[in-house]
């Protein structure tokens, strides 16, 4: 198959037993890109490939729960062993290198640059590894955040992240094979349209006349049964729930 999604973490906002946060890793020929890193994905990363093998890192945002484990992964490839035979891309909001610089001591973001390449995402930034095109679009979350579109030998895969409702999810899921999407909460509060409902995952996915459906990032109000039978009925399409290990060929 010319592109893989390997689900490596679904929980939010913190991780649980056998559960990690929001990770995934992407592969098509000649690149193996790892998508989020929330608590606990670098783990199951392993399960699936060796770190040193990684293309580049993509991460939609910096919460916590979607780029906490980029500091397990730097003491990996840093002091554990796991050294890569070149600095790792990691395409990620502009404040990225700053913050686990800052978190190790460092004054200097280029204390970083032996393992992590660092690049800022921005609206419609694209990458090429191999076969695999990486283009970001800005989404409508309470911080800087981007959705992603990853295609491969004319398949698609869109990645929503973290966002509330907006036009750019939608063109971002266009005519995609694979909808991966969240449905974070149950209902939204009022005045704020940071993360999806079922609902809007469904209708997002059905405006976009995605393939298919993939509910990820299910919050505590919520059980991801429950989500995917409502974001199932309000696509109208073939839906699914996201789950740690499971590997979909596009």
């Known amino acids: 198959m010319s592109l893989t999604l390997t689900v490596l973490g679904t929980a939010s906002p913190h991780p649980a037993p056998g559960r990690p946060c929001s990770g995934y890793l992407l592969s098509a020929p000649g690149a193996e890109v790892w998508v989020d890193a929330g608590p606990g994905s670098f783990a199951e990363l392993q399960r699936h490939t060796d770190p040193e093998r990684l293309s580049a890192i993509w991460i939609s945002h910096l919460h916590a729960d979607h780029n906490a484990d980029l500091l397990a992964a730097y003491y990996a490839l840093a002091y554990g062993g796991l050294t890569p035979p070149a600095p790792i891309p990691v395409y990620a909001p502009a404040d990225c290198a700053h913050r686990l610089a800052a978190f190790l001591g460092r004054p200097d973001p280029a204390s970083l640059s032996g393992v992590f390449d660092f690049h800022p995402l ?129």
Do not use: N
């Not at 059905?206 to 009925?233: C, M, S, Y």
């Open 122 to 250: 921005y609206d419609g930034h694209t990458a090429h590894h191999g076969d695999l095109l990486l283009t970001a679009r800005a989404v409508v979350h309470d911080i800087p955040a981007y959705g992603l579109r990853a295609e491969a030998d004319g398949r698609a895969l869109a990645y929503s992240g973290d966002t509330g409702p907006c036009a750019a999810l939608t063109e971002l899921a266009r005519h995609a094979d694979l909808f991966l999407c969240e449905a974070d909460i149950d209902t939204h509060r009022e005045g704020e349209q940071v993360h999806l409902t079922p609902e809007d995952a469904g209708a997002a996915a059905r405006e976009a006349g995605a393939r298919r459906l993939l509910v990820t990032h299910v919050g505590p109000t919520l059980t991801p049964g429950a989500a995917t039978a409502r974001a199932a009925a309000a696509f109208g399409g073939t839906t699914g729930t996201a789950h740690e290990g499971a590997v979909h060929h596009l």
